[in-house]
């Protein structure tokens, strides 16, 4: 129902002028007011009173489309037939005309003798002439009869309709009301009326701005409150332009299509209208409430005009305004959104707006808007070389998107290689992206011809190319050709037309000459300037690489706060394709500390942010990390389900093949296939030997293999592998020589076990690893158990289940429970954090050991303390965890503390 707020002084003056016809006082009405103010509301209420009053009306609505059907508002009013008179028709001369409005005009007064007569107008604006003379007419000859004309009109009118309106207003018995938009307070009385007055605070402020107090407007938004996803205000806005003027709808549709930024000149030359009347009809929509100086106050209603535009006349509006845009010298962003809008790149300058739009939309984290621009861009360009270049960028722009939706270009742009049409900066990047996706042989063509043209260079632009080499040389291996230690940062070098892969390759020469630790300060730097956008290709391969020599250089808890920052910026900046190789590398991160759970969360999220399809070659990681969580958590089942889903061919050339392999073996050794695990593991070997990165230390096969081989009785078979492990390079990093030792504790005499196990307990704390540690430490019980130590052995076992059942390792808590059952002894509650915050750095390093069963002689000769301090220690620490005695000492007190053992 429209609303009638703070119309209540019209309507008295109106009823006021009424009690005067009824006296015989006629009088005129001209009820004016922006469009959707309520002057139709206004007339009805009018009319009703009238009713009441016992008047009889007579109604008429003007339409635009009735503005040249002569007498076509008059005839209206003769058609119910309570005036005698036919309907009129066009008169042949002037006199005619005269003598038919004086018959009207008595007739009308002839009617009002029975009963006062109310006569209403609505539209004044779209009133044909004629209609218009005559009710001019009535309204000078009936001022004596009791007889009420209320009219509405705008609140403005154009040449001889605005003469003849002033002539109107001249008569003194002719009254002028204007509707005011609604008030603050009248648009809160609203919304309590409409939806409560609990709404009133959350939502009148908002609604009054943006219906600029139109209750027409406003009446829409408020029924889009009260009823989600509604759209009452779309037709609201159209209704309010299509019963206004034609220059108002062709205002509202070029603003709606240049957008915020446009400027009134500009808007005048699409709508079509000189300066008064495009500054008339920006009056108009103001006062109207849809416009709040040069925008619309609702996003809904600019979505409302374009909604009304025929596709047709909005994709011509859109290429003008391109024009236009262009001619202002309007940013690249501006002026592609029209082209794009209009479906039109026929212009000579379209290639280059799109593409310099696509670049800053790639800045601006709007991948789509930049795909969207290179596509149209690849289509209008009339050069081969160009289009290359643009498809190029176009593949770079999808891929961070879907790898395998960008996989379409590859072949063209291999073709564009073969051809002599790209450029070697795009060339380099195509070879990543063929690699990814398994092809080799594509790439290996593609990097002949850069090696050929690096050579014919002389190093003028080749240092990319030896950049690239490096590269390889640890991501892929079987391309790598001539690989060259990069020169140290800071050197005198060749031009690089990449400095982000420059900064890869840094690190993978660090990575693959086993030199993570002296290049651990570097990755770091390096993600500390990286910056991940679409604009640079080698971003994220720098990240990763980056990253992975945090993981190798033993800095796990660093990599997790890189790892964590890297995916907060890649999913602000809608980038899935990174965010799931940083997923990825925290799943990995999660192993390494030994823990199975985490480490599957997070490779499943690699898979969700990007599909497997789209992995290419490299799902081998995500797939692999899945596998090895699997095995370690028990859950063999779900390791077989992961190992069965397909990887794409060319996947064992590659160090992600190398890994699945890896970690199938050991789902191998689990599951009891000890000469399938073997196999695996030595094929592995096999592989980055022949890489030339056995060095590198990225899989510890030889640990593995000799692992098995214990578990086949083969121990000498065994201990000849883990030796020649503990002699490679980079053999004294914790990750590497603590499993080492524990496999040779196995292998070997139980004589040597004890002290094995007692270092490699250490460097499992040292790495930060909790599966290692529980493995280790389920040794050293074991062995104890062997030597007869029952008690000794029944705390560390208990120690190792304790890490196992925290870590979700269900396989290993079940083969500790049962010999830990076998020992007996009492269970001993945690001591939870908050007991262990209490206790100090000495006490927890004492209490530590004291857990795995040492005398106080033996932890005062490892601390170098007397035992009277360590009996002062254990007193406190007795007294702060409520126990008796050691025997009752928690279980994850170790789990909190780093203290050395053995």
Known sequence: MPTLLERDEHLHHLERLLADCRARRGRTVLLDGPIGSGRTALLRACAERARRMGFTTLDADCAPAERALPFGVVNQLLAEGLVERTPLTRA??????VRAHAELATAFARLADHRPLMIGVDGLRHADDESLRLLLFLARRLRSAPVLLVMTDGPTATGGRQRLLADLCRLPHVRRLTLAPLSAAGTARLVADRL????????AADLHEHSGGSPLLLEALIEDERTPGGRSLSPAVQNLLHGGEPAHLRTARALAVLGDDADAADLARLAGADGADGADALSALRAAGLLDGMRFRHPGARAAVLEDLPPRDRRELHRRAAVLRQEA????????????????????WAPAVLSEAAEQALLDDRPDVAVECLQAAHRAHGDDRGRAAIRARLAQAEWQLNPAAAARHLTPLVAAVRADRLGVRDATVLVKHLLWHGRDAEAAEVLARLRAHAEHARGRDGGGILDLETWLAYRHPPLARDRRAPEPPGAVTAPRIDPVLRSAAVLADALARNRAHGAADHAERTLRDLVLHRRDPWAEEAAMTALQVLILADRLETTVEWCDRLTAEAEARTLPTVRALFAAARAEVALRLGDPAPAAEHARAALTHLPPQAWGVTVGLPYGTLILAATRTGDHDEAAR???????????????????????????MATGHLHAAIADFLTCGDLVRDWGLDAAGLIPWRTDAAEAWVRLGQREQARRLVREQLGRPGAHASRVRGPALRVLASAGPADRRLPLLAEALELAEASGDRYEQALVLAGLGRAHLARGGRRRARLLLRQALHLAEVGGMAALSRDLLAVSGDLGGPATPSAGPAGIAALTESERRVASLAVLGYTNREIADRLFVTPSTVEQHLTRVYRKLNVRDRRQLPAD??????????
């Open 329 to 348: 010298a309007a940013p690249a962003s501006v002026v592609a959104r029209h082209l794009l809008a209009a479906d039109h790149t026929g212009e000579p």
């Open 642 to 668: 992961q190992l069965a889903r397909p990887i794409p061919d060319g996947a064992e050339r590659s160090f992600a093949g190398v890994y699945h392999r890896y970690a199938r073996g050991h789902h191998r």
């Open 92 to 97: 042949p001369d002037a006199a005619e005309d």
């Open 196 to 203: 409560g007055a609990q709404a009133v605070p959350r939502l």
């Open 893 to 902: 007190l170790r789990t909190t503390t780093r203290s050395p053992a053995g």
